[in-house]
Every structure is written in C-alpha cells, then in structure tokens.
C-alpha cells in the first residue's frame, strides 16, 4: 500500500465549478500537509501549507484536512483555465521535516 | 536569474555516456534536494543536502552521484544509465528547517532526461 493516495484524474471541468481534489494517507505519524501545483514544463509551487486538522483559506483556495480519517482535501472555487495544472499533496511528520512524501498528483483542465 | 534553476533542460544519453545535471538557487538556502519525478509515480526524494554535507540518500543507485560544492549549486553525475532511469530530474532548496527556517521547498523546472 503506498503511504499516499491520489487519484491521478485526469479531471475535466467547465469554466466557474467548484473543483475537489483529494489524497488520503497510512501514516498516522503525518502532522503536516502541503499543496502544490505543477504547470506543464514548470517544477511544483507550493499552494497551501496546513498544519494538523483543520480549514486553511487563501483566496479561491482552501485546503482541509481530517486526521482522524487520513483525508486531506483542496477545494477551488470560481475555477479559472489558469488553474490548469497538475495538483500534488505532500506530506510529512513533526520528524524527518526535509522528507516530503508525494501523492501520484491529480491532472486538473478547466475548460473556457 | 533568480529562484531555482536547472540545466539542461533537456538531455538524451546513451547508456555508455556520462553526463551531469546542474542546479543553482538564488533563494539564499543552505539546503538542496534533488527529485525524480517519472510518468504515473510520486515525486521520489533522491539526495538531501545540508550546507554542503550529504544528509539523505534514499537508496539510489551508484550510477546517480551528487556533488554539492556550496550552497548554492548542486550536481547530479550521471553514468551508464538504463532506460528506466528516464524521468524528469528537478531540484528543489529550502532553508534548513533545523536552523530554525522553514521548510518550505522551491523546485527549479527540472531536467526532462531521456536514455537510449
């Protein structure tokens, strides 16, 4: 079983929709949970950093995460063609804070 | 320049030729990884970095070298590679989250490398 689970889509959306992109994880030992977002050609960008359960907000982005069910979640609202991309969740314990562990990533097209 | 870059950006070898991957990040950070990322897998941490001394080697094969000569630059020393070796190499640096920084890690756009 891989220690994260991330469907790799691809996910096609109109213009405008609410978009959910999810991971689920093993290792109960995860505290902190990371978003980030990887346009063709281009390396990942971190988009969201949350710490233990709970909501984070920032702008049309909010991360949740659930530890008690091993689910983290990234909602988009008011999706945009620019949020195009491929979507990876990342994740690590209190210990090891260099040794990111990567879900597959989630291939995200909006469409006009 | 700025943030973190990588060259080349593209790159197709042979399995008998020898060649390296440069990184070099302009974000002031003691730390620097290098990635895999191949077709349908994770991200897969390869080497850590911390101010120069090799701090993680996540069981990679010999025939991937690191060599990280200051802060800034990092090298991926690549000899008699198989196919599956075939993937996107990105580095990426951060602060050393034990000096007290943050451990948020900025990717360059990675090497697409291809072997024959």
């Known amino acids: 079983q891989k220690e994260v689970e991330q469907d790799p889509g691809p996910l096609s959306v109109p213009e405008g929709a609410i978009v959910s992109l999810n991971c689920t994880y093993s290792?109960?030992?995860?505290?902190?949970f990371m978003w980030y977002r990887q346009y063709s050609r281009k390396g990942p960008e971190l988009l969201m950093y949350?710490?233990?359960?709970g909501n984070k907000e920032d702008g049309r982005f909010t991360a949740q995460v659930d530890k008690s069910s091993k689910y983290i979640s990234l909602f988009i609202r008011d999706s945009q063609p620019s949020d195009s991309a491929t979507y990876l969740c990342a994740m690590r314990g209190i210990q090891g804070a260099q040794k990111l562990v990567f879900g597959q990533g989630t291939r995200l097209t909006i469409n006009p | 320049e700025t943030g973190v870059t990588q060259t080349p950006r593209h790159l197709v070898m042979g399995m008998t030729n020898k060649k390296s991957l440069k990184c070099e990040q302009h974000?002031?950070?003691?730390?620097m990884y290098w990635y895999k990322q191949s077709a349908k897998k994770p991200l897969e941490l390869m080497f850590v970095?911390?101010?120069?001394?090799?701090?993680e080697n996540n069981s990679v094969p010999s025939r991937f070298s690191p060599e990280c000569p200051n802060s800034s630059h990092l090298f991926l020393h690549l000899h008699t590679l198989q196919p599956e070796d075939s993937a996107l190499y990105l580095c990426?640096?951060?602060?050393?989250?034990?000096?007290?920084?943050?451990?948020?890690?900025?990717f360059g756009p990675g090497t697409r490398l291809t072997v024959l």
């Open positions: 974000l002031g950070h003691n730390a």
């Open positions: 949350t710490y233990s359960s």
């Open positions: 990426a640096s951060s602060q050393d989250p034990g000096q007290g920084g943050t451990d948020t890690q900025y």
């Open positions: 290792n109960s030992a995860f505290q902190y």
């Open positions: 970095y911390n101010f120069k001394e090799q701090t």
